[in-house]
């Protein structure tokens, strides 16, 4: 029976980490600051918005929250990020996507200054990723690597297969692996054999979007499963990519849904906001 990696333990043991040295630089008059940005009325939106919010005031940050309406121009967006660039009590801007389509979600990532950008999509940050340089992590990545590294599992040397290759999860996923001295595969909807793939890994992330697309004959035994799909079942119940019943018979460790690569996300956002504030 796998190990289960337990993601809220080992999120609210970081966040103590954060709560005590946003602590410390509070004696030196640092308050880290996070704006966070939402046009229209996405109920998931609202809900991710609300638990960020929340998180921010656990660890004891500043937090602003700017809730736009749905008919927001791309040029009052604009503006309001130019304001955030420059304020100086806001650390790190996030803007929550998706936003509303006659939006124009690169050009709002483009106009967040690479210094705040928090959530590490810009192509400025993203190229630093590329090369190595950890200024900012991507939250959900970088969350897994966390999440590996709390199961004492080394990533160098390892077989390690990612499937999807989003700009968020799957692309950036495979960078940190490799940096790490991953052997990396990435796979996508064109994928040959995708079992067969998948059967190599001795780390294997799922990052597809379908419940209960990974398996039991997808996985070799003993291998690290990472769960990061949020989908909702035919109950209306939340689930992950993998068949977890099943698989967990048979990896040696695997990341639960919920409770699994979910509450690490938010915990790397104040990472990178702390990490900001520092800066
Ligand atoms: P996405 O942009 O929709 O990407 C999905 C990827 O899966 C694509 O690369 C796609 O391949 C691939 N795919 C889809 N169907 C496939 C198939 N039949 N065979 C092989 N590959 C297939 O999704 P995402 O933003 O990366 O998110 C993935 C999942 O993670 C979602 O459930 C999302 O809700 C969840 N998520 C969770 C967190 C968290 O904090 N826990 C954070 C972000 C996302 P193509 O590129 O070829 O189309």
Request: aromatic residues 4%; charged residues 20%.
């Amino acid at each position: 029976m796998a190990k289960l990696i337990d993601g809220k333990a080992i999120s609210a043991a970081l966040r103590e980490q954060i709560k005590q040295e946003t602590r410390l630089l509070a004696e030196q008059g640092i308050t880290p600051g996070l704006a966070v940005v939402i046009v229209g009325e996405d109920p998931a939106s609202q809900v991710y918005v609300r638990n960020k919010e929340k998180a921010c005031e656990e660890v004891g940050f500043y937090s602003e929250k700017y809730a736009l309406p749905a008919q927001t121009t791309q040029e009052e967006l604009l503006a309001l990020v130019e304001k955030l660039n420059h304020k100086p009590d806001i650390d790190g801007i996030l803007v929550q996507l998706p936003l509303p389509s006659h939006l124009d979600e690169k050009a709002v990532i483009a106009a967040i200054s690479p210094d705040k950008d928090v959530d590490a999509f810009h192509a400025v940050n993203v190229g630093r990723i590329m090369q190595g340089e950890y200024r900012f992590l991507p939250c959900t990545p970088a969350g897994i690597m966390e999440l590996i590294h709390a199961a004492g599992v080394a990533v160098e040397g390892k077989e390690c297969v990612v499937i999807g290759r989003s700009n968020i999860v799957g692309k950036p996923m495979a960078m940190l692996l490799l940096h790490e001295n991953g052997t990396v595969t990435i796979c996508h909807s064109r994928t040959k054999n995708l079992p067969e793939v998948a059967r190599r890994a001795d780390i294997l992330v799922a990052a597809v979007g379908k419940a209960g697309f990974v398996t039991a004959d997808m996985v070799k035994p003993g291998a690290v499963v990472i769960d990061v799909g949020m989908n909702r079942n035919a109950q209306g119940k939340l689930c992950g990519d993998v068949d977890f019943a099943a698989v967990s018979e048979i990896a040696g460790a695997i990341t639960p849904v919920p409770g699994g690569v979910g509450p690490m996300t938010i915990t790397m956002l104040l990472k990178n906001t702390l990490a900001a504030a520092r800066r």
